[in-house]
């Protein structure tokens, strides 16, 4: 068993992380600026702001695990930067892994490039996928201490497209992940299943990945 924290643990992606965590038998603690309206069964619930650390207490202590899943949108639109390079310094020299949840748009189209972001990309999710992309650039420039991982959506990914838990999903490694009609798509509940088994068996260290069916 091991002692997950997650960022955001009420937003989309997070909460699907948490379900799928404590269904495993992890001691999870989801952390938010305020109170679940519909909070996960077997949860820790930890009410703070990843903008003042201090407020969060000790909840990073003992943690294998720490998961940003921290959307640049309401009033931590230019904020998710800051916030994570201050969770970078706290675990900086610990034995906690930190894995962040970014977006599609860092995601390469094709083995060597170029990026999903670079190819028309629609101007209304660019600031987003911006943030994602100096999140990963922010991991890769620190300490190689730092056991770090990056999860790349696929491209159709949000409460628009809820879908289902299958369990089964596609790493791409750095390219984005289409199905056979080129379709890129990933459940809610299985990106979360992809987040949890890298946390359990730890196959990308320092290293992004895309997931998608």
Avoid: C
Wanted: proline content about 4%; hydrophobic content about 40%.
């Amino acid at each position: 068993m091991a002692r997950i924290v997650v960022l955001g643990g009420t937003g989309y992606a997070g909460r699907h992380i948490v379900s799928e965590a404590v269904s495993r038998g992890h001691e999870v603690i989801s952390v938010s600026r305020s109170e679940p309206s519909n909070p996960v069964p077997g949860a820790q619930n930890v009410q703070g702001s990843v903008l003042d650390l201090a407020s969060l207490g000790d909840v990073f202590d003992g943690a294998d695990a720490v998961v940003s899943s921290l959307s640049p949108r309401g009033d931590m639109e230019n904020s998710v930067l800051d916030a994570l390079g201050g969770v970078v310094d706290v675990l900086s020299g610990t034995q906690t892994r930190i894995g962040v949840v970014g977006g599609a748009g860092g995601s390469l189209i094709a083995p060597g490039g170029p990026r999903l972001f670079d190819q028309g990309f629609p101007e209304e999710y660019k600031h987003e996928a911006q943030v994602g992309i100096d999140s990963l650039a922010l991991l890769e420039k620190t300490d190689d201490s730092l056991d770090w991982f990056f999860v790349h959506p696929a491209e159709v990914f949000g409460p628009w497209a809820e879908g289902e838990r299958t369990g089964h999903y596609r790493d791409g490694g750095d390219v984005i992940v289409r199905d056979a009609e080129g379709k890129s798509y990933i459940s809610g509940a299985d990106f979360a299943v992809a987040v949890v088994d890298e946390i359990e068996q730890g196959n990308h260290h320092r290293e992004r990945f895309t997931v998608g069916y």
